[in-house]
Structure formats: structure tokens, C-alpha cells
């Protein structure tokens, strides 16, 4: 089992950047396919951004180009740099850890996009 604990949400204005870090406790981190997650006030929730445990990585198309995925398995870290961040992308941001058939989720941090 896996804990997760997301961190670096906050306010920032059109343009701007910000870079998520998602901290991973227990064994076995580097075994665990890795994503983010996001979920908007009224809105389901969309996945962002995945990275496999092989390094594979993938994207929404409206991140693409200004959002970058990836880890840090000795330090058991996943990471979400966002840069030209615009008042869409404005929601709650969700770490999820994903191993067989098991799937583990942190507790969200809040990002704001707004002039």
C-alpha cells in the first residue's frame, strides 16, 4: 500500500507557473504507474497527465506542450511542471498511484489560475 501527499498548489495569475510534487511513502514506488488527476467545481474528474513505471508518459491534449510529468524514484516523488497556466486549468489536482488492480489517491492540493 501506498500513501500519497500532494504539495506546491496555490494562486497564480494567466501565464504563470506552478509545479506539483506528490510524496509517496511506502515500498514499491518505482513499480507504481503515476498520474494526476484534476477535477473542476461541477465537473467530473480528468486525468492530466500519466507516467508509467517505465517512464512512458502521456497527456490530455489540452496540457500538452505546457504541462510536464514526471518522477523521481529514489526520492519517491512525482512531479507535475506547469507552465502558461490559464484560468481553465483552474481545479483541484489529485495524485493517484496505480499498481494491478489497486489504486491509491491523495488528498488533492488547490490550484487557482485567476487575474
Known amino acids: 500500500q501506498v500513501q500519497l501527499v500532494e504539495s506546491g498548489g496555490g494562486s497564480v495569475q494567466p501565464g504563470g507557473s506552478l509545479r506539483l510534487s506528490c510524496a509517496a511513502s511506502g515500498s514499491g514506488f518505482r513499480f507504481y504507474h503515476m498520474g494526476w488527476y484534476r477535477q473542476a467545481p461541477g465537473k467530473e474528474r480528468e486525468l492530466v497527465a500519466r507516467i508509467t513505471a517505465g517512464g512512458r508518459t502521456n497527456y490530455v491534449d489540452s496540457v500538452k506542450g505546457r504541462f510536464t510529468i514526471s518522477r523521481n524514484n529514489a526520492q519517491n516523488t512525482l512531479y507535475l511542471q506547469m507552465n502558461s497556466l490559464k484560468p481553465e486549468d483552474t481545479a483541484v489536482y489529485y495524485c493517484?498511484?496505480?499498481?494491478?488492480?489497486?489504486?491509491?489517491w491523495g488528498q488533492g492540493t488547490q490550484v487557482t489560475v485567476s487575474s
Open positions: 493517484n498511484a496505480e499498481i494491478g488492480a489497486s489504486s491509491y
